[in-house]
């Protein structure tokens, strides 16, 4: 694996934290199985996770300031793939796979990986981000793989692109007081996003506010979450595999997407509260982990993949366990780790093999302080 590989500096943590979520993950999945009485989604996913491992292997093989040169080739190549998946069938409404024949992908799982790596080579030792004009450039290539996602629509995966950037330009010594001010711009334009939206997209976020806990599902574009919140509370403080609730009503346990976006009320169902503790403790391990990795990093590109990747899969957590449990809208957006599918899995192994390569090469490089300014 290179002169600069060390078992010694290998992110163990980070391992032990995958693992982990991996294992809940595949748990949740087979009760899933097991209670809807579908298609044997368990044994795909343990195929997609020893698929996953050489992965993990090879990201770790090849010294990440390889990729360093060709960021904007990666993100160049990856784009067309968006507009390809647009003129495929829609399924769920959407049009957010290619069907390869073993497997469907979902190119907006490539582009989030390639669009931090195209940033990361953009802003590394640059300066005129320093200046509120100097944020144009970042937030227009930003803006080309969010607006393409938009139109398939996929609002979930669209919503991670713009806090990727915030934590990437910080990282890089963007002032604080010029993000505040784009924040605030964009607050001021929701209006104007929110006509933008379909009928259907501005239910989903009605509904968060109407929600009804207890008694019958309301039904709509409540359903959902109704039915999420359900299914978690039956399991209990230990889950119903040691005393929780047990209904005899087999509705009781419907949730649509339980494989992959509400994977999370499974684990909760199986294990209960404890189970669903456990999982965001890992999770909040490996963000810590990944952020020791960038703040131990030196060198410019290395540390600007790491603060990409872990605001990434923290985003993504945090909007997907958040919808389960009613607290934001469901957007349809997986878990990482943890939901069923190939593109998600091999993607996310690929995003800790880049960020545990940086931890192994932290590294030096002969030129001014990165990341320091007068």
Not at 10 to 25: H, K, M, Q, R
Not at 122 to 147: K, Q
Request: net charge neutral; with cysteine; glycine share 10%.
């Amino acid at each position: 694996m290179g002169s600069e590989f060390s078992w010694t500096r290998l992110p163990w943590g980070i391992v032990c934290c995958g693992v982990t979520l991996v294992a809940l993950g595949l748990t949740g999945i087979a009760r899933a199985d097991e209670l809807n009485d579908g298609p044997d989604y368990f044994s795909k996913q343990v195929t997609w996770v020893l698929l996953a491992l050489p992965v993990v292997v090879a990201s770790l093989a090849v010294p990440y300031r390889f990729w360093k040169p060709i960021g904007y080739w990666l993100f160049a190549a990856s784009l067309p793939l968006l507009v390809v998946v647009l003129f495929m069938a829609k399924r769920g409404g959407a049009r957010c796979w290619i069907p390869l024949g073993l497997f469907d992908l979902q190119p907006s799982e490539i582009v989030k990986l390639t669009f931090i790596l195209a940033l990361a080579q953009y802003l590394m030792y640059r300066e005129n981000h320093r200046r509120l004009t100097g944020l144009i450039v970042p937030f227009l290539i930003t803006l080309v793989p969010l607006g393409l996602i938009l139109i398939e629509p996929d609002l979930g995966s669209a919503m991670l692109f713009v806090p990727v950037l915030f934590a990437m330009l910080f990282a890089a010594g963007a002032r604080p007081r010029h993000l505040v001010c784009v924040a605030l711009l964009g607050v001021a334009l929701s209006p104007v996003f929110w006509m933008k939206m379909s009928i259907e997209q501005k239910s989903r976020v009605t509904a968060l506010f109407s929600q009804v806990d207890g008694g019958p599902n309301p039904g709509g574009d409540r359903w959902h979450q109704h039915q999420s919140k359900l299914v978690m509370s039956l399991g209990g403080v230990w889950g119903s595999e040691s005393g929780g609730e047990t209904l005899d009503d087999p509705d009781a346990y419907r949730l649509f997407a339980a494989q992959t976006d509400f994977v999370f009320c499974m684990v909760g169902e199986r294990w209960g509260l404890v189970g669903g503790l456990v999982t965001l403790a890992a999770y909040l391990a490996l963000f810590a982990f990944g952020l020791m990795i960038a703040g131990a990093t030196r060198e410019p590109f290395g540390r600007l993949i790491a603060v990409g990747i872990v605001t990434l899969l923290a985003t993504q957590t945090v909007i997907n366990t958040g919808m389960t449990v009613g607290l934001l809208p469901v957007v349809g957006i997986t878990l990482p780790l943890m939901s069923y599918g190939g593109s998600s899995l091999l993607t996310t192994a690929i995003a800790l093999g880049l960020l545990m390569n940086v931890g192994l090469r932290p590294g030096y490089e002969m030129t001014p302080d990165p990341f320091r300014f007068e």
